[in-house]
């Protein structure tokens, strides 16, 4: 499957190895603590702790690094948009960096933590935390048809092509507007009717809905729930740090 998952296929590493539950829950319960801290310096440092973490465990930082460019980006403008309101408005700006430094720690432990499994792992181990049948197969449709809509366009693309397109001066020349319009009409009908056949073929073949598992799931290993304890551990204890335990205890 040429998506995002291929690069996990080799578990090469001791993070890609850890058991696919664990990384789940601990990723969920990371970012439910860290959407709560309200100073940036420690959402910082639960950024940085967690890169040192994965350069532990043998996480190919940089790879991961380069896959939240494109969702950071977004981020990062719609936070630039906050701040310059916030700083005109004569309010506090720095709202909008935290929001931004929030989110960041969100996109990159919940992305290395859905890249570090194969996608039948990561359908199984929602499917084993007993994820709704609904959840699962939403998410495993959206990335099969993905790929199919991807390799749909490509041969759109070639075709056309091969029939002289040559394309307009820009994206918002008439021309290229008229030719993107009508190539996203057709690959809509195209994947519609696709999905019917689909959809068709499964039936036929006793597809019900249901998800099973081919095997019942191993516990956890010490390992497993150790490195799953630590990345919770980085924003929980600068939430409490933020909540004042540090002045109560050097009191």
């Not at 291929?6 to 603590?33: H, P």
């Not at 639960?46 to 977004?74: S, T």
């Not at 935290?98 to 989110?103: D, I, K, S, W």
């Not at 040559?166 to 009717?193: C, D, P, Y």
Request: overall charge positive.
């Amino acid at each position: 499957m040429n998506n995002a998952f291929e690069l996990e296929e080799q578990k090469g590493n001791l993070f890609q190895r850890l058991d696919g539950r664990v990384k789940l829950i601990s990723a969920v319960l990371y970012v439910a603590v860290v959407t709560t801290i309200h100073t940036w310096e420690y959402l910082v440092a639960c950024f940085l702790l967690y890169l040192i973490l994965l350069c532990i465990l043998g996480f190919p930082v940089l790879n991961a690094l380069r896959r939240i460019i494109w969702p950071v980006l977004f981020v990062g403008v719609m936070n630039a948009a906050l701040i310059f309101i916030n700083f005109y408005a004569n309010q506090q700006y720095g709202r909008g960096a935290v929001l931004f430094l929030r989110a960041l720690c969100a996109i990159l432990v919940l992305n290395t933590a859905i890249s570090s499994m194969t996608f039948r792992d990561l359908l199984f181990s929602m499917r084993a935390l007993h994820v709704p049948d609904v959840l699962v197969n939403l998410v495993g449709f959206t990335v099969r048809y993905a790929d199919i809509l991807t390799d749909e366009l490509s041969r759109m693309m070639i075709a056309r092509k091969a029939r002289g397109y040559a394309g307009g001066k820009n994206f918002w020349h008439t021309n290229a507007m008229k030719v993107i319009g009508q190539t996203v009409a057709v690959l809509f009908l195209r994947s519609f009717e696709r999905s019917e056949r689909v959809y068709s073929a499964m039936l036929s073949r006793g597809y019900s809905g249901d998800i099973r598992l081919v095997q019942i799931p191993e516990k956890p290993g010490k390992k497993d729930l150790l490195v799953g304890a630590a990345v919770v551990a980085v924003p929980l204890a600068f939430k409490i740090a933020e909540l004042g335990a540090v002045s109560w205890i050097t009191r």
